[in-house]
T-cell receptor, first 116, second 113 residues
């Protein structure tokens, strides 16, 4: 099955700087790559996703890049703000999973800390 | 707001006792999931459902059972709780089964003593 590795496990950056979180996946059949943000005491929330037919996707201060050849994808957050402090999870899903999200495999998470 | 309610939100129980966690959705979505979240393991799928009385096992299903007798309710049961099942449990729905996008509930923290 799919295996998703996520690094780093903890990332501390100064407010206003950029943050990058990286994930690698093992199954070349994976074609859907979402990123979730989890604030303290809450459930994870989808913030951005990308499909394998696209190399990059942006939404305001966040962006995701995908390198299918190397089987890795990254989350980029620019101009970080205190509200960006949270745990971030990457995930990957193979095209053969069919309907539903049961084929989604999550990374172990990155705790992002924004220093004032 | 995806209209997902989990209950109870917190529970402390003893080893060997049965426990049932409830997930209720108001949106009438077909796909529902139970995950557990543990430090160092991220989110792992326990069971999922594609509709009423249509359930299947996930990655870490041992020791858990589920039932879905109504579209809006998905129950997770620990028949005989063990300390290894101390965790935070999340219910999720997938409004569009073809994308895999998930909406999570607020979580249920279970402590097994």
């Amino acid at each position: 099955g799919e295996n998703v590795e996520q690094h780093p496990s903890t990332l501390s950056v100064q407010e206003g700087d950029s943050a990058v979180i990286k994930c690698t996946y093992s199954d070349s059949a994976s074609n859907y790559f979402p990123w979730y943000k989890q604030e303290l005491g809450k459930g994870p929330q989808l913030i951005i996703d990308i499909r394998s037919n696209v190399g990059e996707k942006k939404d305001q201060r966040i962006a995701v890049t995908l390198n299918k050849t190397a089987k890795h994808f990254s989350l980029h957050i620019t101009e970080t703000q205190p509200e960006d402090s949270a745990v971030y999870f990457c995930a990957a899903r193979p095209f053969y999973s069919g309907g539903g999200a049961d084929g989604l495999t999550f990374g172990k998470g990155t705790h992002l800390i924004i220093q004032p | 707001d995806a209209g997902i309610t989990q209950s109870p939100r917190h529970k402390v129980t003893e080893t060997g006792t049965p426990v049932t966690l409830r997930c209720h959705q108001t949106e009438n979505h077909r796909y529902m999931y139970w995950y557990r979240q543990d430090p160092g393991h991220g989110l792992r799928l326990i069971h999922y459902s594609y509709g009423v009385k249509d359930t299947d096992k996930g990655e870490v299903s041992d020791g858990y059972s589920v039932s879905r007798s109504k579209t809006e309710d998905f129950l997770l049961t620990l028949e005989s709780a063990t300390s290894s099942q101390t965790s935070v449990y999340f219910c999720a729905i997938s409004p569009r089964g073809d994308t895999g996008e998930l909406f999570f509930g607020e979580g249920s923290r279970l402590t097994v003593l």
